[in-house]
């Protein structure tokens, strides 16, 4: 018998929902933590699977985050049963909390911590938390009495955190813990991890290994134009992750997408501080990769 499923909650999101789903021969399950490049690997899958840059309706309406809490879950189920095409779905779970088929691919993306780290701090700032508490279910978190930590403040503060991963996913130790999980699966035929530099080096490339690696015909230049960073900023009404209204500026989620931002916040004796952290955590083959390491 395999293992159950490890169940993942938080205050908006619950992987108890896919317990209730049913997954088709096909599916593609993208599974990342937040600001890694979820949106980006989503809009590459709809541009591949539809084979157009003229998407028939939003993003998140086309690929939904199946354990959000803000929706019903039998609307998520009706709405993605009533899809013809290669289904391609988001989750913040981690790969053992979503269920295992050998006929459904899993795409994890990975991005250096600490720019995952400056890019969240940056959301926050962005997101309605009261309109997000209504639509969860959540009381309203009272209005902070003091100033915003600044993004080297909250960076320094990222890395020093120790919380359980299993309670807080995008602390450092809930990274590593995602990723440490699909590092171990990566040998497995239908689990594919991108990197998020990867994506930003060469995004044509990634693109055709993605077809290639789903069985999809290659991209043309004009859906890979169409999966520019620019681009996807330029149409942020239809793809931004925000079918609730959670967002102050749907603008602002496209915040810059720059590689290297986080490191150079930080002085010599932070990063070795968030080095020795990192190697606490996960494997050194994951670390070289992750970090980009020659």
């Known amino acids: 018998m395999p293992d159950a499923p490890t169940r993942y909650r938080s205050a908006d999101e619950d992987s108890a929902r896919w317990q209730g789903f049913s997954l088709r021969p096909g599916d593609i399950v993208i599974s990342t933590r937040s600001k890694s490049g979820t949106t980006w690997m989503q809009m590459i899958c709809a541009l591949l699977v539809l084979r157009t840059p003229d998407l028939p309706a939003p993003l998140s309406v086309?690929?939904?985050w199946l354990d959000w809490l803000v929706e019903p879950p039998e609307q998520v189920y009706q709405r993605l049963a009533a899809q013809h095409h290669r289904r391609f779905i988001k989750t913040h779970t981690p790969l053992d909390g979503v269920p295992a088929e050998p006929r459904v691919h899993y795409i994890v993306v990975a991005r250096h911590p600490l720019d995952m780290a400056v890019s969240l701090h940056h959301q926050g700032a962005n997101l309605d938390r009261a309109r997000l508490?209504?639509?969860t279910g959540q009381p309203a978190a009272p209005e902070p009495d003091r100033p915003r930590p600044s993004v080297e403040e909250a960076l320094v503060r990222w890395i020093d955190?120790?919380?359980?991963?299993?309670a807080e996913l995008d602390s450092l130790p809930g990274v590593m813990w995602h990723l440490g999980d699909?590092?171990?699966r990566r040998h497995q035929p239908n689990v594919h991890l991108v990197h998020y530099d990867d994506l930003t080096a060469d995004l044509n490339g990634q693109m055709y290994r993605l077809a290639e690696l789903l069985g999809l015909d290659p991209p043309g230049p004009?859906?890979?134009e169409a999966a520019t960073f620019d681009r996807m900023r330029d149409r942020a009404d239809r793809l931004a992750p925000d079918p609730a209204g959670v967002f102050k500026d749907r603008r602002a989620f496209f915040r810059t997408g720059r590689s290297g931002q986080g490191s150079a916040l930080l002085d010599d004796a932070t990063r070795a501080?968030?080095?020795a952290r990192a190697a606490a955590l996960?494997?050194?083959?994951l670390l070289a990769w992750l970090h980009r390491d020659r």
């Open 133 to 135: 508490a209504e639509l």
């Open 62 to 64: 086309l690929s939904p």
């Open 182 to 184: 699909a590092w171990a």
């Open 222 to 224: 004009d859906l890979v």
């Open 273 to 275: 501080r968030y080095r």
């Open 161 to 166: 955190a120790d919380p359980d991963p299993r």
């Open 282 to 285: 996960a494997p050194p083959d």
